[in-house]
């Protein structure tokens, strides 16, 4: 993939300070009780700066992202600065009042099916170790250790954390919103190129 550090850097500027960039997919089905992100229509007028294949392939990005959106259910494992360590696949924990908010107390009763297999649709239940960063910022619901999280999320590359003592361990990374998992890929791909799954 050819270089494009200075574009990138650009355009993660505009996505970190035009709150107005933040994009949503119109027949998203909601899930948590974040406010509805805005739309962004005008993506390439924002980057009036960019070369046309950088527009494009952000673009690409964005739209991976969408194709493998996935619904995280789960258990926190480990409150981290920078987000969530979950065990998801706890489907249980869509059912009413629990899926009224993202965040649900660890006094709820959940399990987890041990046969449950990850689907490759769109909104599937993510199964297994994930890090979820870009929660919902909210004063009263702070997330804990043993707490449940029920949120829709975008993929977003993998991540790094210490587990026990010096073991480290790498998982899938995901955000709850989308601009930030977009501005990851690239950051990504601009440390070491990665290949982007073609959308069909």
């Known amino acids: 993939m050819m270089k494009m550090g200075k574009s990138i850097k650009n355009f993660l500027i505009l996505l970190n300070f035009a709150p107005w960039l933040a994009m949503a997919q119109t027949n998203e089905i909601k899930v948590t009780n974040r406010p509805d992100d805005q739309p962004l229509t005008k993506i390439a007028q924002a980057q009036t700066n960019q070369s ?97 999280v029920i949120i829709q999320a975008y993929p977003a590359g993998n991540y790094t954390y210490t587990s026990l003592g010096t073991i480290q361990r790498t998982v899938r990374r995901f955000s709850a919103g989308l601009p930030t998992a977009v501005a990851l890929c690239l950051q990504a791909e601009e440390k070491s190129p990665i290949h982007v799954p073609e959308v069909k």
């Open 52 to 148: 046309p294949s950088l527009a494009e392939h952000v673009e690409h990005v964005r739209a991976a992202c969408i194709q493998g959106r996935r619904l995280i259910c789960g258990k926190i494992l480990k409150v981290l600065p920078d987000g969530l360590i979950i065990e998801s696949g706890y489907t249980n924990l869509m059912r009413y009042p629990l899926d009224r908010s993202w965040l649900v107390p660890a006094t709820a009763i959940a399990s987890r099916p041990p046969d449950l297999i990850e689907g490759r649709e769109t909104d599937s239940v993510c199964v297994g170790l994930v890090f979820l960063t870009d929660i919902p910022k909210s004063r009263s619901l702070k997330p804990k250790q043993y707490d449940y």
